[in-house]
């Protein structure tokens, strides 16, 4: 029962959060200074184990990018959302835990202080770059952080609309459809 209530009160502190978040991206968020400095955005989670990645990116990553192999779980949000979502994550703990640089790629494995990693949780602007990893030992207060970040973030991720962008394994060219609603 208790953690069934624990989940519940997650869960609404996360649509909470979320409608918040996308208010604020739509009204008096970010600056336009703030989010231009952020430059080009990108947030990812990465499940090591059922090789499953949830990606997003900003406007300007995507621009940067035109051309590149384009991963699956990718989409593209506004420069203002993934702005909003990297202050998010620094407001709540990210930068006390991550780890400097990127993640190791899928498919390689990934071990940090000994254990091996189950999920990565990564952020990267043009200013720094990092990554949480979730594995056997962390501290309780990099649990929660996680926690927070990782609910909030799948919520999120989970609401963007748009395009979607799906790799033809095929070799053909990436093609884009719109997500069925």
């Given at each position: 029962?208790?953690?069934?209530?624990?989940?519940?009160?997650?869960?609404?502190?996360?649509?909470?959060?979320?409608?918040?978040?996308?208010?604020?991206?739509?009204?008096?968020?970010?600056?336009?200074?703030?989010?231009?400095?952020?430059?080009?955005?990108?947030?990812?989670?990465?499940?090591?184990?059922?090789?499953?990645?949830l990606v997003l990116v900003n406007e300007t990553y995507a621009q940067r990018h035109v051309g590149e192999r384009i991963e699956n779980g990718l989409k593209v949000a506004t420069d203002e959302v993934l702005a909003e979502v990297a202050t998010f994550f620094a407001d709540n703990g990210f930068w006390d835990f991550a780890r400097s640089g990127i993640a190791q790629p899928m498919g390689n494995g990934m071990t940090d202080g000994g254990q091996r990693v189950a999920l990565v949780l990564e952020l990267g602007t043009d200013q720094a770059k990092g990554y949480l990893p979730l594995r056997a030992g962390l501290s309780k207060e990099e649990i929660d952080t996680l926690q927070v970040l990782i609910t909030n973030y799948t919520a999120l991720w989970s609401e963007i609309e748009g395009y979607h962008a799906v790799f033809n394994p095929s070799g053909e060219n990436v093609f884009r459809q719109p997500l069925l609603q």
């Amino acid at each position: 029962m208790r953690a069934q209530n624990i989940l519940l009160r997650s869960l609404c502190a996360s649509t909470l959060l979320l409608l918040s978040m996308l208010g604020s991206c739509a009204s008096t968020g970010a600056s336009p200074e703030e989010t231009a400095a952020m430059g080009a955005v990108r947030t990812s989670l990465l499940d090591y184990n059922g090789g499953t990645s949830l990606v997003l990116v900003n406007e300007t990553y995507a621009q940067r990018h035109v051309g590149e192999r384009i991963e699956n779980g990718l989409k593209v949000a506004t420069d203002e959302v993934l702005a909003e979502v990297a202050t998010f994550f620094a407001d709540n703990g990210f930068w006390d835990f991550a780890r400097s640089g990127i993640a190791q790629p899928m498919g390689n494995g990934m071990t940090d202080g000994g254990q091996r990693v189950a999920l990565v949780l990564e952020l990267g602007t043009d200013q720094a770059k990092g990554y949480l990893p979730l594995r056997a030992g962390l501290s309780k207060e990099e649990i929660d952080t996680l926690q927070v970040l990782i609910t909030n973030y799948t919520a999120l991720w989970s609401e963007i609309e748009g395009y979607h962008a799906v790799f033809n394994p095929s070799g053909e060219n990436v093609f884009r459809q719109p997500l069925l609603q």
